[in-house]
C-alpha cells in the first residue's frame, strides 16, 4: 500500500513506544520499574475534578468556538500577564489539544519546503518530525553539558540562513532539565535579534523549578515579543496528562493561521476539559508547590543514586523531573558477549534483563546518555537504582 513520503522520515516517539512495551509487559504481571515516560504520578487536583463534573452535570458537552470558550482564553491571558509579564488580547490566544497539537499547528501553519528551524540539542523528540512533517528542515545546533546545555550564541549565527524560519526554545527542557541563565538567554537573543525568524517558547516545565528564578526570553529581550510564541498546557503543572489541553498565545496572524490548521483537523478541544484548565488557572497555587517540593526531594534521592553508580554520571537539573544521564562510562563493556557500544542497546538491556524502562539518549540527540523520569514514588524509584546497580555489577 502506498503511504505518503512526508511519512517516511518520522519515526514513532521512543518515549511514548517504550511507555507502551512497558505497560504491556506490567499487564502480563511482569515487574517493571517505568521510568520512561514523562507524566507525573500525582493525581488531577479535586477543584479540577470537580470543574469537569460541574461542566458535564450542566450539560457543557457541545462543540465551542475552535480557539476555545471566551473565559478560558481571558485566563489564560492574565495567567501570561501575571506569571510573564506578555500582553495579549483573547484574539492572540489559541485552546489546544494539548501544548503538542499547538506545536503542531505552528509548523503547519508557518512552515514551507525549503524553511528552516534551529532546534538545540538535547531536544524533545518531537520537534524534529513535527518540522519535517511539515515540510521543512530541522537544524540542529548541539549544545554541552558543561555549559549547561545553553547554546553557544556563535553556534546559532553559524547556521542562520534566510530561510530560518524559527528558533524553538525549551527551559526547563526535555531531556536536561536544564534551566537557561539570564546570560543564555541573552546570548540566543542577541544571535537571532538580526534576523526575521520567529521564536517559539515551549513552556510546559515552567512551574517546576527547584533552583532560582525562571526567565523567558521575554524578560531579557522585549523588543523581540512581537514575534514570540507561547506554547504551554496544564498537563506537567497540573498532572492532567490525559486531559489534552494546552493553548498558544502569539502574534495574531500567526494564532489566526494555527487556528485555521486547527479549524481543518480537530476543531475545539474538548469543551469539559475546557471547564477544567479554567478551574486550574485560577486556582490554589499551593497545589503545585506542594508537587514541586516532592520532586525535588526525588531528585535529590534519585541523582545522587545514579552518581554514586559505577560508569554513571549525572547532572543535577534544575527543573523538570528527568535525570539525564550519562552512561559512556559503561560503554565497551561486555555483556552476554558483546560490548556494548550505544544508549539504545543499553535501554534494551535495562528492559530486557532488569525491567527498567528508561529512554535511549540517541532519539532526543544525546547519544551517551540514557533518560530517566523522577516523577514516580520514591520507592519505585529506590527499585530502579538497585537494577541500575545490577546492570553495573554485570557489566564489570
Known amino acids: 500500500m502506498k503511504l505518503a513520503r512526508r511519512l517516511q522520515a518520522i519515526k514513532p516517539s521512543p518515549t511514548l513506544a517504550l511507555n507502551s512495551r512497558a505497560k504491556a509487559l506490567a499487564a502480563q504481571g511482569v515487574d517493571v520499574v517505568v521510568l520512561a515516560a514523562g507524566e507525573p504520578d500525582f493525581d488531577t487536583p479535586d477543584y479540577v475534578k470537580q470543574a469537569a463534573v460541574d461542566a458535564l452535570n450542566a450539560g457543557f458537552t457541545k462543540y465551542t468556538a475552535t480557539a476555545g470558550i471566551p473565559e478560558l482564553r481571558e485566563a489564560i491571558c492574565n495567567k501570561l500577564e501575571r506569571d510573564n509579564g506578555l500582553r495579549f488580547t483573547p484574539e492572540q490566544v489559541l485552546v489546544t489539544s494539548g501544548g503538542k497539537q499547538a506545536l503542531y499547528n505552528f509548523c503547519q501553519a508557518v512552515l514551507d519546503e525549503g524553511d528552516e528551524v ?28 558543561e555549559d549547561g546545555f545553553a547554546p553557544d550564541p556563535d553556534a546559532i549565527r553559524r547556521v542562520l540562513t534566510p530561510r530560518t524560519r524559527a528558533v524553538i526554545i525549551n527551559s526547563p527542557g526535555n531531556p536536561t532539565g536544564a534551566v537557561y541563565s539570564r546570560a543564555a538567554l541573552e546570548g540566543i537573543a542577541d544571535a537571532v535579534r538580526g534576523h526575521d525568524c520567529l521564536i517559539v517558547t515551549d513552556d510546559i516545565y515552567e512551574k517546576l523549578l527547584y533552583t532560582g528564578e525562571r526567565l523567558g526570553i521575554s524578560d531579557v529581550a522585549p523588543d523581540l515579543v512581537p514575534r514570540l510564541v507561547v506554547v504551554n498546557g496544564m498537563s506537567k503543572a497540573y498532572s492532567m496528562t490525559g486531559w489534552r489541553l494546552g493553548y498558544a498565545a502569539g502574534p495574531r496572524p500567526v494564532l489566526s493561521a494555527m487556528q485555521l490548521v486547527q479549524d481543518q483537523s480537530t476543531s475545539n478541544a474538548s469543551s469539559i476539559g475546557q471547564k477544567a484548565a479554567l478551574a486550574a488557572l485560577k486556582g490554589p497555587p499551593d497545589t ?107 557489566l564489570r
Request: aromatic content about 12%; hydrophobic content about 45%.
Open 118 to 145: 534551529i532546534i538545540f540539542a538535547p531536544y524533545w523528540v518531537s520537534y524534529p518530525d513535527m518540522v519535517r512533517l511539515a515540510g521543512a528542515t530541522p537544524v540542529i545546533v548541539n549544545t554541552r553539558e
Open 288 to 394: 503545585i508547590a506542594a508537587m514541586v517540593k516532592e520532586y525535588k526531594e526525588r531528585r535529590d534521592f534519585f541523582v545522587g543514586g545514579l552518581n554514586a553508580l559505577d560508569g554513571v554520571r549525572c547532572r543535577m537539573p534544575e527543573g523538570a523531573f528527568y535525570a539525564l544521564a550519562d552512561v559512556r562510562g559503561l560503554y565497551g563493556r561486555p555483556y552476554k558477549g558483546k560490548a556494548v557500544a550505544g544508549s539504545v542497546q543499553l535501554s534494551e538491556i535495562l528492559l530486557d534483563d532488569f525491567r527498567v524502562a528508561a529512554v535511549p539518549g540517541d532519539p532526543f540527540g544525546a547519544e551517551g546518555y540514557i533518560r530517566m523520569s523522577f516523577a514516580t514514588s520514591r520507592q519505585v524509584l529506590g527499585k530502579g537504582l538497585e537494577r541500575l546497580g545490577e546492570l553495573v555489577q554485570a
